[in-house]
């Protein structure tokens, strides 16, 4: 089981990657995640987890891989609704997009099979198709179309998109373009239902899902139904082929109500054997499509995947004391019981109220539940459950049997009833809560009952006198569970104010702060050693008994909502919990090293069943009925048998009269083919020898040619010597031409452009001169108007005004004579570099040209030596062609030779992998076992030296009490005799006096107080000192143990390096064999370019090949030496091991425990 992260709230979408190795998780939280898993290595160990810092959603809603696992989409939900394309290796984010509004949702996104860059979106009123191109997302438009709610779709081969709706229509696009449409009509079946209620409204056809498979697709048509597509005869129709439905629920009030579900998801196996579906009630039903093709009938039904499950909250859970058996209770109205050592529905039934709580009888045979109306007791029989007795109790939270099975309780609101299970009385009452009860629980003999409530109380009641013998009341605190130790001593209970609290004497001694999780289950295992806590946030705690003083426990995410309730099998192996998320959870309780609790006596579970008198007396009349028709049909299956062997015999007979005469008539025919075959030889050899005769003569011809081609080659070649002296003359004239004209123009262009640009810097300074004169009359005029203000204001203004005005229009005449002539400037300046550009390519092109006539100089040369080649090669192809005939034959004897070895070779090769491969697999079960021997050993001589010093110890008590005994019986003796010879004087009071007197004297000396005191004074110096002598040898011991843990640790740390470089030396074996395979295929390659090119000598491939081989035995060889030299290095450590084993125990010296 996979954990999410630590403050997920839940799994919503998966993806399984196309190579079948990653898989991907999105989790909801305070941020959207999604963590993609390594399946094929560690299905436990999260691989990556990507999420976005910017985003304001909690959720995707869904995701999807990429065609080659390299990419991931994912579509987050409300309010953003945005895509996100990562490069999810590197968590790298190359594409965002918002697909939608807040008010149309998004339902699902995928990848093109054939195109990592071509997305599909559907959602209400959305259907978008993508494209990932330059780091962005584009989308691409549909034709007019009107949009719906898209639910979902899937791809086709040819990059066709199939698309449903909440309308029951299904659309085929192509690139945009609607091909193909079908509207889903569904028939509705009356069906006979045992609930009064009016008819449901007719169901709608949504297509709800979708999944293609080789032949077409297939996909939802309404609750409960499944439509098969095949291709049509025309191109871009489907035709629908097969309707699968699920089936009717016979244990339920209501058998129509199974088929009304909603089918959320599909899933088609690899093979296309098998078809699963999931529905909104938590089901998971599957179906054989081969089995489905069998059967003819166009309508099939779907099955269990497993068995069904709860679809709504679960409220109740309660285990069997005599079997493995777990009831639980549920809000979707079905009791259900499971078996938790097999994990199997072993049965369940429907009905028409909610149950709220269960409790099972500790026989197993009888079950009692709480519905809305009424609490029920309920016998098991052996296909169904039935009612027997009805109490007037409604909707009852809490019921429970005692451990004997002789009493159960019940809750009603703030009163605890507590009746007899045989005779059904209420015998006690149990009244003191002011608040719901939320939790009861029976003690171990049952005397006592412990319940808690929403009012603070923790009460303690006898269960025979029915008073409250204990209390604990805290009113803050309201208490939602309980549980009790065996000894019945102690109380845990648990609330609302988040926290563990311990509970003796009706007293609170210790309380255990939770972290800010609220706890809703506490449950004690058997044993007294653990407790488990339940919370609301799904997640399970452990806790050692007693309480540590620090807040110490192991915690483990279980569930997505609150734990409702949590039971420990009475064995202690299995911890069981369910929740409001309607999962139930089966929980292996190991230790620490991994092993499970054994208990003192194991108790085997009953195998007993109820059955009714009338459906024993149905199943034995079935039973004799079946049996009659059994050897009905054994009588007709015999008598049908003998026809048959009688015809198969007649069939024999007149096959083998045919195959007789076919093998005649197929031997005369042989006979022809052989003369044929004859004929055709003597053909085939004249035909050679008249083809080898062509060949000759086409041989000279073509020598012929070949002279006549190398001439006309020759004087062509002069030609060209001759246009090439022409044209190089003719280029050195232009250039020299060339270089003169640009020089001159380059030179009038500069002067002329250098007098215009003195002119108007010029022109500029006398602008400028001018814009200063301005501005100081604009500063006179200023000052004039400032001391004539009072007068004429208005006169001033308007003449101010106008004087602005005109300096405005010079301003803005010169700003733009000024930008003119810097443009005039910028465009002169390009002219220039255009103009030197020009010139750089004349010069590019002049050695170009330069280039080309080497070149030409260099074909010259390369033509003369061909033409010399060819003359040498003319000359030796004649006896190159006779050599090269007995080298090919040469060749073909090399080839077959090879083959052959090389078939060896790799068989010796396959069996030394598969004997590395057992080495070591051997290597890691020997390092297991060698860990486990030294965890055994160790544990079994500390238990051994525990032993010894108590039989020590109790041997040398036994023989000082043994010896006291022996003293006290003499002086006991010795006491009788003077004693009697005291009674003697009894008449006589003086000489009794002093006999007396003297017999104190005799056995009570006054030394005895003195040496009492002296020997405890010396006996409590003895002690001190043997103390002192104990810490110091144990101090010692300590350091030891230091030391040699050191030692092993450095010996483990040897040991691991070891292991290193061997496993890297078989990697390099096994890089080496890849190499010998290369050359070995290399060498068939060779063989095959030999026969084609006819050039390479046979001597040299011969010796190739003949170096492949032995470095081919060398590597096996090498293997095996590797090989044995790891069985010899195991074989030291392990005598090592043994060597200081033996040291240990000769020095009385415990080996240091590793963990």
């Known amino acids: 089981m996979t954990e999410g992260a630590e403050k997920s709230q839940g799994m919503l979408a998966l993806a399984f990657s196309p190579n079948h190795r990653y898989l991907a998780v999105s989790e909801k939280g305070e941020k959207a995640t999604v963590t993609i898993y390594d399946v094929q290595h560690d299905q436990s160990r999260k691989k990556k987890s990507l999420s976005v810092n910017d985003l304001h959603a909690q959720e995707f809603v869904s995701i999807a ?630 060949h000759t003569k086409d041989i000279e011809d073509l020598e012929s040619i070949n002279n006549q081609k190398l001439m006309l080659e020759y004087e062509k070649y002069q030609e060209l010597q001759l246009k090439s002296q022409r044209m190089q003359e003719d280029y050195e004239r232009q250039l020299n031409e060339m270089d003169e004209s640009k020089s001159q123009a380059l030179e009038e262009l500069t002067e002329y452009y250098e007098t215009k640009l003195q002119e108007k810097g010029k022109f500029i300074e006398q602008l400028q001169e001018e814009s200063r004169q301005q501005i100081k009359e604009s500063d006179e005029t200023k000052k004039q108007i400032e001391e004539d203000a009072d007068r004429e204001i208005q006169d001033i203004k308007i003449k101010y005004e106008r004087n602005l005005r005109d300096e405005k229009e010079a301003n803005l005449r010169l700003k733009g004579e000024t930008g003119i002539m810097r443009k005039k400037f910028t465009s002169l300046q390009k002219e220039i570099e255009d103009k030197q550009g020009e010139i750089e390519k004349l010069k590019s092109e002049h050695q170009k040209l330069h280039g080309v006539i080497r070149s030409l100089e260099k074909d010259i040369q390369g033509l003369k030596k061909e033409i010399l080649e060819r003359d040498e090669t003319i000359q030796d192809k004649e006896k190159r ?27 010796q090769i396959e069996p030394r992998e598969n004997d590395i491969k057992e080495m070591k697999e051997q290597i890691q079960q020997m390092e297991t076992e060698l860990e486990l021997f030294h965890k055994h050993n160790a544990q079994l001589e500390l238990n051994i030296g525990e032993l010894k010093q108590k039989l020590k110890a109790t041997e040398a008590e036994m023989r000082k009490e043994m010896e006291k005994v022996r003293s006290v019986e003499s002086i006991v003796k010795h006491f009788k005799t003077d004693l009697y010879n005291c009674i003697a004087f009894i008449q006589e009071p003086k000489k009794l006096k002093d006999s007396v007197q003297q017999l104190y004297e005799k056995y009570v000396p006054q030394s005895e107080v003195f040496e009492i005191a002296t020997v405890d004074s010396n006996i409590q110096k003895e002690f001190g000192r043997q103390r002192n002598h104990l810490e110091k040898s144990i101090a010692t011991l300590q350091k030891k143990l230091l030391k040699d843990t050191e030692i092993h640790r450095a010996d483990n740390v040897h040991i691991m390096q070891e292991n290193v470089a061997l496993i890297k030396e078989i990697n390099d074996l096994r890089h080496e064999l890849k190499v010998a395979r290369i050359k070995g295929h290399d060498l068939e390659v060779a063989l095959g370019t030999l026969k084609k090119n006819k050039k390479p000598c046979a001597v040299e491939f011969k010796d190739n090949c003949s170096r492949n081989a032995v470095t081919r035995l060398n590597f096996d060889h090498e293997s095996e030496r590797i090989i044995d030299l790891q069985q010899l290095e195991i074989k030291r450590l392990q005598e090592q091991n043994q060597a200081k084993e033996d040291a240990y125990q000769s020095a009385g010296i415990l080996p240091a425990l590793t963990t």
């Open 65 to 694: 891989f990429s065609p080659d696992s390299k990419y991931l989409i994912a579509q987050s939900g409300k309010p953003d609704w945005t895509l996100i394309y990562w490069l999810w290796k590197k968590q790298k984010i190359i594409g965002v997009m918002k697909t939608t509004t807040n008010t149309n949702p998004i339902y699902q996104i995928s990848f093109n099979p054939q195109d990592n860059t071509q997305l599909c979106v559907v959602g209400d009123g959305v259907l978008k198709l993508l494209r990932y191109s330059d780091g962005n997302l584009k989308q691409t438009n549909f034709q007019k179309f009107e949009l719906q709610n898209f639910l979902a779709h899937a791809w086709m081969p040819e990059d066709h998109i199939i698309v449903g709706t909440d309308t029951g229509k299904l659309y085929l696009f192509e690139l945009a373009e609607l091909r193909w449409e079908y509207s889903i009509v569904l028939e509705i079946r009356k069906s006979p239902s045992i609930s009064h209620m009016p008819p449901p409204p007719p169901p709608q056809t949504k297509v709800t899902a979708i999944t293609i498979y080789s032949k077409g697709f297939i996909c939802s048509a309404g609750p409960g139904v499944v439509y098969m597509f095949e291709r049509g005869e025309e191109k871009d129709t489907f035709k629908k082929t097969r309707v699968i439905r699920i089936p009717q629920d016979p244990y339920s009030t209501d058998p129509s109500h199974a088929e009304q579900q909603e089918i959320s998801t599909l899933c088609l196996s690899p093979s296309e054997e098998a078809l699963i579906a999931s529905t909104n009630k938590n089901q998971l039903y599957s179906i054989t499509l081969s089995s489905a093709e069998i059967s003819k009938s166009e309508l099939t039904h779907f099955e269990f995947l497993c068995q069904s499950f709860h679809s709504n909250v679960i409220t109740g859970l309660d285990i069997c004391i005599r079997k493995p058996l777990v009831a639980t209770s549920s809000v979707d109205r079905s009791i259900r019981l499971w078996n938790y050592e097999t994990n199997v529905l072993e049965l369940y039934k429907e009905f028409q109220e909610e149950a709220y709580s269960v409790a099972i009888h500790p026989s197993g045979l009888y079950i009692l539940v709480g519905f809305s109306d009424k609490l029920r007791l309920m016998n098991l029989l052996i296909d169904d459950i039935r009612t027997f007795k009805e109490f007037t109790i409604r909707s009852c939270r809490e019921c429970s049997f005692s451990n004997g099975g002789h009493l159960f309780a019940v809750v009603n609101g703030n009163v605890i009833h507590i009746h007899s299970t045989t005779t059904f009385e209420n015998l006690v009452n149990l009244k003191g809560h002011n608040g719901k009860i939320r939790a009861i629980v029976w003690n171990s003999d049952d005397s006592k009952l412990i319940s808690c409530g929403m009012d603070g109380a923790v009460y303690e009641w006898n269960t025979l006198t029915g008073k409250r013998e204990g209390e604990c009341v805290l009113k803050s605190c309201s208490y939602t569970d309980l549980c009790i130790t065996p000894d019945s001593k102690t109380i845990f209970a648990v609330g609302s104010d988040r926290t563990l609290k311990e509970i003796t004497d009706s007293q609170i001694i210790r309380e255990v702060p939770s972290n800010d999780v609220a706890y809703t289950c506490v449950v004690m295992s058997h044993s007294g050693r653990m407790l488990f806590l339940g919370a609301a946030n799904g997640t399970v705690r452990s806790i050692k008994i007693p309480l540590p003083v620090k807040s110490e426990w192991n915690e483990y995410q279980a569930h997505s909502g609150p734990i409702t309730k949590m039971v420990v099998t009475f064995d202690d192996l299995y911890l069981l919990t369910v929740s409001e998320d309607a999962c139930f959870m089966i929980w292996k309780i190991i230790d620490k090293e991994g092993r499970v609790l054994k208990r003192d006596k194991e108790v085997g579970h009953a195998e007993e069943i109820l059955i009714t008198k009338s459906d024993l007396q149905e199943k034995n009349q079935l039973s004799l009925e079946l049996k009659t028709r059994v050897e009905e049909l054994k009588m007709e299956n015999e008598y049908q048998l003998r026809l048959k062997d009688m015809n198969y015999s007649d069939k024999i007979k007149e096959l083998t009269e045919k195959f007789i005469q076919e093998m005649e008539s197929l031997k005369t025919k042989n006979q022809v083919l052989k003369t044929d075959k004859d004929k055709i030889e003597i053909k085939h050899k004249e035909d050679t020898a008249l083809i080898l005769d062509r």
């Open 881 to 907: 062609i006779y050599d090269l005939k007995k080298k090919n034959q040469e060749l073909e004897k090399f080839k077959f030779v090879l083959d052959y070895k090389i078939k060896e070779l790799k068989k």
